[in-house]
């Protein structure tokens, strides 16, 4: 079942979010940290209560939180050159690894992909790391599209 995250789910998405932070270590040992937590209880209690960023987990028959996905809205405005856009953001989707290729994420994706649909965002759009190839075949498996790239030269 994929439903909006609630503060009773923190120990579930916390465990998913080492998994995401493990995967970016191993890739970017140079960025990121082996251990350590992207965001605080408080900071994630805070994010949970939001109402224009959800959280949606996905949450087994047993109660296990096996998916989880931060959205953030992104409103571009018009400009000179550009139209206005309103986005919806995928800051974070991870998927437990031991139940990867089970469609878990693609039934996770559909997810929000209807509720950006149903509120009026323009697009999707997400980062997905070079070093991270797994997510990369994934998303263009489930139909994104390179909108662009950033480029880098470490010093």
């Not at 209560?49 to 996905?69: A, M, Q, R, W």
């Not at 878990?104 to 992909?113: F, L, N, Q």
């Not at 209807?114 to 139909?143: M, Q, R």
Request: hydrophobic content about 30%.
């Amino acid at each position: 079942m994929i439903r909006r995250a609630e503060v009773r789910d923190i120990p579930g998405i916390n465990k998913l979010l080492g998994q995401v932070l493990l995967v970016h270590h191993n890739g970017r040992p140079d960025l990121f940290k082996e251990k350590g937590q992207k965001y605080t209880e408080q900071e994630l209690v805070d994010l949970i209560n939001k109402t224009i960023d959800p959280i949606f987990v996905y949450e087994s028959e047993e109660g296990e939180i096996l998916g989880h996905c931060f959205c953030q809205t992104i409103n571009k405005p018009e400009g000179p050159s550009c139209y206005a856009c309103k986005s919806l953001y995928i800051d974070d989707l991870c998927i437990d690894e031991n139940v990867r290729g089970q469609h878990v994420g693609k039934e996770m994706y559909d997810y929000v992909k209807k509720f950006a649909k149903d509120n009026g965002y323009y697009n999707l759009t997400l980062h997905a790391w070079e070093c991270n190839p797994n997510a990369v075949g994934f998303y263009s498996h489930i139909g994104m599209q390179i909108q662009q790239y950033t480029m880098e030269e470490v010093l």
